[in-house]
């Protein structure tokens, strides 16, 4: 867990602990290499716009706007590597290929779920503390000085 400074991993292990998921260095290292990729600008919205459907490549990268090709691609790929996707390929002409959520797949949308009910329920705090964060950085600019 080498994205939290030592004081929060004893406290997130211990946390963890009683909750019965005790940390071995293999599970942080997977859990640090999936919140790096779930984390990323287009892994949860590609798991969000497959859903419970299957999509074709082109039909995935028109709902998810702004995604390049190649980003999608690489995106797909580590989806597929973690079992969380399904690639489905027919052998037709021209060949058509299929994505679908792995029933891990689905559960992981379901467990992200979790932090948009957080995210509505602490929605007034959050941009409270964010306005008082920017109003704090403006009094805190330097002034500019009255030439003589």
Avoid at 16 to 30: D, G, H, Y
Avoid at 84 to 113: D, F, I, Q, W
């Amino acid at each position: 867990m080498g994205y939290l400074p030592a004081g929060n991993q004893r406290k997130l292990k211990a946390t963890m602990k009683s909750r019965t998921c005790t940390p071995s260095p293999t599970l942080e290292t997977l859990v640090q290499d999936l919140l790096g990729r779930i984390a990323d600008k287009w892994t949860l919205v590609v798991v969000d716009e497959l859903g419970e459907e299957t999509l074709r490549f082109s039909q995935l990268q028109k709902k998810v706007t702004g995604i390049s090709q190649k980003v999608l691609t690489q995106t797909l790929r580590e989806l597929e590597k973690d079992g969380l996707v399904e690639r489905m390929v027919y052998p037709e002409v021209p060949p058509r290929v299929e994505y679908r959520l792995t029933k891990m797949g689905y559960s992981l949308g379901e467990a992200v779920c979790g932090i948009w009910k957080w995210a509505s329920k602490n929605c007034d705090e959050i941009n409270k503390a964010r306005a008082k964060f920017e109003m704090k950085q403006k009094s805190n600019l330097p002034r500019p000085r009255a030439e003589a």
